[in-house]
Nanobody, 122 residues
Framework: QVQLVESGGGLVQAGGSLTLSCAASGSTFSTMSWFRQDPGRERVLVAGINWHNGNTYLADSVKDRFTIFKNDAMNTMYLQMNGLKPEDTAVYYC?????????????????WGQGIQVNVSS
């Protein structure tokens, strides 16, 4: 059965760092991505990675601070978050799809983790 399990969230001070992990099991995917969502706001794409060629996407709001990468042997995707800001506070979701392109819409993704909280204090 397909499972996406996030880990690595928590509470940090502004300027600190966290690394989020998403371990996939039960299937392989062409694309894995990170979304985030604040209460009452839409879920937005933060970063994505193509599993086959390593192509990556980072949203403009995070591209100077975050890095997305993967470990093939562990079937795990990571989001290294540096220089965290209070506006990065959100629930972060791992998502996956059998697509050769990194999709930007949450509706395009078939598989989701339960979400993990990231809180950045000012």
């Amino acid at each position: 059965q397909v499972q996406l399990v996030e880990s690595g969230g928590g509470l940090v001070q502004a300027g600190g760092s966290l690394t989020l992990s998403c371990a996939a099991s039960g299937s392989t995917f062409s694309t894995m991505s990170w979304f985030r969502q604040d209460p009452g706001r839409e879920r937005v794409l933060v970063a994505g990675i193509n599993w086959h060629n390593g192509n990556t996407y980072l949203a403009d709001s995070v591209k100077d601070r975050f890095t997305i990468f993967k470990n093939d042997a562990m079937n795990t995707m990571y989001l290294q978050m540096n220089g965290l800001k209070p506006e990065d506070t959100a629930v972060y979701y791992c998502a996956a799809i059998r697509s050769f392109l990194i999709k930007t819409s949450p509706g395009d993704y078939h598989y989701w983790g339960q979400g993990i909280q990231v809180n950045v204090s000012s």
